[in-house]
């Protein structure tokens, strides 16, 4: 009986408090727009949108002008080769070579490139030293696995002509049906088709072709340079762009392909009431104020898109660094006489096209989520583990100016008893800008304020970003120079824009030496000033340049290898990224810790190395909620580590609203409070009671918590599934609970949050998709479908550590509490993954995995872990941390009598006993039970017969 219900619940922590402020009002900003493209101010969207128009008014008059040349087809060892001819004319047709391959891990993956500039047998234009070819190396970047080729697909012999279908995936459930002219793919999985290629005739590629001179029949002028905003685009191979129309029949909610500030099921983009005029657009920026529900860009992208329909989740990840723009618009079934089998449904046309580059495509068949985020994440790598501080809370501003004020924040949050973990520094603690240096008037004791920190296993993260000062005596600049390592313009010398320290040069991190280089500025003789607790925030690698085209660099810029800044904007933050990473690896030799990373750029890919931030996010009640959807469309496009700024970066927020932002916050993945420097301080211990004492407990929940969040980081790190999940990721066969958004589960704790997102609210609404019990968090009110911001569902076990610490850190021996919901069966189970949270010996057995498993009145402990060589050594180490306590929320009536249970732990010869008190509650509370200092190893495999 899946029944759907909402449940409203009134808000009493808050409640008394939030109802009498008068509310102070930030005065709304909006971006510039005049800064940014429109897709008609951009030559390559404004064509290929035009040509889709063109292709739907012809109707079936017109066929698309590719087709597959049977007598090219080759199929072997799970690859199809072939080529595809576009008709340009009577006598031209233009070459273009296409792969397709399927994968062991059942993902197909179809590439198609252009002969004649994979053979360099084209002109550049404008004396550039651009590469000929199509830009081919985004998967250098993007990639680390999962290309095996399938053994067991095969052609499949019961074919008609005109078509070429191969068999693949587990079980060959799958199926790909290449239609030769004009080309298309179905990929169908038990005999239903779920994603279709140029089905409705969108391919085009821009073949190479010679400039003419005089009049054109097609309008040419942004064909060999492009102008806007007073910036002019020289484009040295002409016209390249190439796009494609996928179609998900049956499907009508699509997500993904982040960033963008906007709702988690992506709206139409052609008009119409409550859709979108514009494409979602990827092309990676540094957007000033940016405005919310818009498919405007921001500062990251992943071109990854999962379609989902009643069990059944699907998606496609379009491999291209170059700037992409994305249209969706949705049918009825009935309006679309090829969507056999899917009558009455709603059908989700996607239609992708990027300015240069290859059609480069990933389809993923699922059927479910969790399918989805595996196969993704072979291919493009899973969640680092990260350092156990840095899933712990991070206080940030723009800035902490001197290194007495650093030490005296840290102070006043033991003062407050408020934990914290991580203290950062925007820009102002360098010298004059310069990246490696410290200002000597301000901060001349970074290494005293790094102990200081240290002292209670506090870490210091400082802002480090790819533009270097152009400043004559200034080392680090003239070393990049001196060794040739500077991005460079189209003229082949360094590039020179302006970023924070005015004039500046960029590292190229394409160039294996520049790779080299930035590493050896991170030894501790190099970057002076630094212990081994000081981390790494990497900015404005989009990368933002205040006086270039749209804030950032031009794109005929030349990488290393001469590919044009076109082809790779997108995948140029991660570059930094990777190359910072390799940096902090190792910066001593023989003392290697996990990196941490925040990064605000990036790509498919960033998640194997860094955490993320929504940007510069705005003080409004609007802002703290498209928060959620931004998190959450993060972690189901791969890059679940993620956060927005706390309190909102531009301006001052009102009291409440700094309270609801941290009880929101606690919820991100990345858990970061920051400011802009002209807003007032608002340090936590600086707001009054009881705002303050709120904020405390919202973040001792956090730290209480912990231990449910490193064991979901490990799960993403091992799986890809996100850490925080969207409903119907939990819930994939509940149709009304695709769309929200505005509530998630923190891993598969069975905890289900609705965070109040305005203001002066009293009361909340949860979304309920299943018939289990669900319990208050606090007090273990029942809730069959009402009310509360934080929910337990019955049937898991929560691992806590509740004893409050000044930081992370000083957790680290503590013993754990477990709660224990007993679902409608009386039955429960959890994980739990413990390791040092700061080496890789884990990766070597030094690690605590274990099943709790609750049923027939029996809680047991079973090991989930392997072992390998560093496995006893780490358990020694372990041994002394126990389960203080568990807590058994709604134990059969029978219990009431239970005055002990009968604790069996390995190694120990005879059963112990332990005290068990019962608790009845009245007014909807559940009983339950506490079971206290069982005094059960948390490395131990034991039972406990109640
Ligand atoms: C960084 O990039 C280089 C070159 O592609 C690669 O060998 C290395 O493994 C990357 N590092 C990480 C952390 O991904």
Known sequence: MAKSRLASIRWTLLLSLVILLGCLVVPGLTVKHENFKKCSQSGFCKRNRAFADDVSAKGSSWSSPYELDPSSIEFKDGKLQGTILKTV??????RLPLVVSFLESGVARVVIDEEKRLKGDIEIRHNSRARKERYNEAEKWALVGGLELSKSASLNPDTETGFTKVLYGPDKKFQAVIHHAPFNVEFQMDGHTHVQFNNKGYMNMEHWRPKVDGDTEEDQSTWWEETFGGNTDSKPRGPESVGLDITFPGYAHVFGIPEHADALSLRETRGGSGNHEEPYRMHNSDVFEYELNSPMTLYGSIPFMQAHRKDSTVGVFWLNAAETWVDIVKSTASANPLSLGVGGKTTTQSHWFSESGQIDVFVFLGPTPQDISKTYGELTGYTQLPQHFAIAYHQCRWNYVTDEDVKEVDVKFDRYQIPYDVIWLDIEYLDDRQYFTWDPLTFPNPKGMEEQLDASDRKLVVIIDPHIKDKDGYWVVKEMLNKDLATKNKDGEVYEGWCWPGASHWVDCFNPEAIKWWTSLFKYDRFKGTLPNVFIWNDMNEPSVFNGPETTMPKDNLHYGNWEHRDIHNVHGITLVNATYDALLERKKGEIRRPFILTRSYYAGAQRMSAMWTGDNQATWEHLAISLPMVLNNG????????????GFFHNPSKELLTRWYQAGIWYPFFRAHAHIDTRRREPYLISDPYRAIISQ????????????????????VNGTPIVRPQYYVHPSD?????????????ATGLLTKPVVSEGATTADVYIADGEKYYDYFDYTIYQAQKVPLLMQGGHIIPRKDRPRRSSGLMKWDPFTLVITLDKNGEA???????????????RGAYIHRRFHFQASTLSSEDLGTKGPKTAEYLKTMAGVRVEKMIVIDPPKEWQEKKSATVIEEGTRTASTVSVEYFSQTGGKAPYVVVKNPNVGIGKTWKIEF
């Open 89 to 94: 004319s009577a006598n031209e047709k233009v």
């Open 698 to 717: 919202a973040i001792r929940l956090r730290y209480q918590l912990l231990p449910a969040w490193y064991t979901a980081f490990h799960e993403a790190s």
């Open 636 to 647: 189901i496009s791969g890059f679940p580590f993620a956060g927005a700024d706390v309190g």
């Open 735 to 747: 149709e009304q609970g695709f769309a929200i958004d505005d509530q998630l589960y923190l891993g």
């Open 829 to 843: 189970e959890g994980t739990l993954y413990v390791d040092d949270g700061e080496t890789f010996d884990y990766q």
